[in-house]
């Protein structure tokens, strides 16, 4: 009779993902201002009227509590209610808000769409930039910048889906060694939600082999990379394991 191996307990890596950092940070009032224009579409003066009673009845309540004090959503809803009550006031009598029609909206949803191209253009040029280092043979000189995790996935589209194996190695040495954009602790633990496990898990290994000998050229690491490619979660227990040794 065969005793059955005991259930394999893992270690959290020191850069596992235990909550996905969000690729932009959550905006309260942008999210107010969503869910008051939802709620008036459709709706005429006289209910928007009606609900901002409501919302300067809420705002009055909630002023008695100090945890409410800095409610920005709340803030920001009872002044887009009180934006809606006055742009309605001054249409005519019966009109009905539309977001479609609202110029502040079109407006924002304009700038927004702005944002988005520059955001795709200033991605396609550090791709760019980074592809004529790779030609070169000097990607391993470059400090990584805030935002290298999505030029990451542009240049796996461009491979047709396919990793890159370099690139990932490099933004794996530069998060261990805390280079460029990741000398920053915020930028070391975003790279949780937006590096995917088998570069979080090289750098993990990488940092923890670094310590015993200083110094040590990146090439003689080079396992660790195929370790986390082939098995990221085990690399990663590896390096909780070393971490723990040493402590």
Known sequence: MTTPWPPRRTARS???????????PVDPARIGRRVIRRRAKGVDAGAVAAALEDALFDARQDSRHEDLADDVRGRTEL????RIDQLLAAAVPGTVYDPDTDEVVQAELAAAREAELREAARIAARADELQALRRLGTLEQAQPRDGDEAVREELTRRAG???????DAWLARALAAHL???RAPAAREAAAGLLPQPVLAHAAL???LARPVPGTDADQLAFAARLATTDPEATGALAAFLARARS
């Open 79 to 82: 002044a887009e209610w009180e």
């Open 161 to 167: 889906g396919c990793v890159q194996a370099d690139v």
């Open 14 to 24: 020191p850069y596992a993902p235990h909550v996905a950092a969000p690729r932009e």
């Open 206 to 208: 990488l940092a923890e």
């Open 180 to 182: 460029g954009h990741y």
